[in-house]
């Protein structure tokens, strides 16, 4: 069996954040706790930033085949539900700032993904300026209402927050999405 050396570093970060302040956390407090040299460090990762990307990007993993089996509101249902279990550490992870920062890829991600899918499912022809604008409107939106949640502490339910998520999207961007799984009339 293979080891996993990005899990091992992320354990090590997760670990290490239950004990002290993230933004206190050194890539040398990471490869200590981990058993690994700093150079397997910089061979996975390009700094502490981008390993606490790589992590909340696996509390998404499998989430994005959810939404192509059970439906949109689903998908963020799961989404959110599974960042509740990373609660304290993305609760420190959001508040960092600067250079290549979790908020900032949140932002991107959210993007990307949602302009992928509308590509991948009705092609490039369907953008026009009104839908690139939803689109960045509601990515810059999603990712500060998630880091202000995840600020406060992640309260309510995950069901909770994509029901909010999905009220608020721009229906510009709604008709594009899966959203067999709740009923239209709702949103």
Known sequence: MAINVKQILADALIE???EKPLSKITVSNIVTRAGA???TFYNHFK???D????IFCRTLRGERKLMQTAGYYTYLKNLYTEAQNYRSFLKQACALEGQNSLSDAIVQQTY???KNYIEDHYGKEVFDQELEFALMFHAYGAA???IRWAEKGMPGTGEEQAAYALHCMPGRIKQFLPLDDIERSEI
């Open 16 to 18: 290490l954040s239950q």
């Open 37 to 39: 040299g700093r150079q």
């Open 47 to 49: 700094d502490k930033n």
């Open 51 to 54: 390993l606490i990307y790589w």
């Open 112 to 114: 990307d993904y949602h």
């Open 144 to 146: 500060n209402m998630y």
